[in-house]
């Protein structure tokens, strides 16, 4: 029998990296085993492994200008193709758009496929709202590649065919 068991944890304690802790536990046959998902998993540092942090990028706390969206793809995509896994810090960050995170990740999802982005890209010092919203963005960037034609009919038929 499978039991799968969401704990969310809030940390008080100064030494924490992360305000915020999710883990899936599965408990399967006695075998305890945690998973923590990609938005809390604290970054190891080393020849492969870089962190990029958003505000260093943009030079200011706020995520909003779709510019600033794709100078942070920019910085993510030199590590990727240099082979680098990815931590992307939002430390101080505030005010993310979703503008500003489609901007980057409809960057991303069409230049690298979704596998190498899942297995090269995690997410620190983030918000669990705004953790939500790029997981938002994430689902309708793959949604759009998957099928952009549905898009544009969508588009069609809410503000008419000169809208394209």
Known sequence: MLNNIVVRQCCIVCA????HIELELNIENGITRFKMNRFISLPTQNESTVTICVTDILGDRFCVVCEDGKRVY???????RAGKKVHLSFRGGEDITSAFLAEAFSRLYTNFSEEYIENSLTFTDIDPDDAADIE????????????????KN???QAMGEDSI
Do not use: G, M, W
Not at 16 to 19: D, G, M
Not at 74 to 80: F, I
């Open 154 to 156: 969508a588009i069609i």
């Open 16 to 19: 924490c990296i992360e305000p």
């Open 136 to 151: 938002c963005v994430i689902q309708d960037v793959k949604d759009y590649l998957n099928n952009p034609q549905q898009f």
């Open 74 to 80: 920019e910085h993510v995509a030199t590590a990727l």
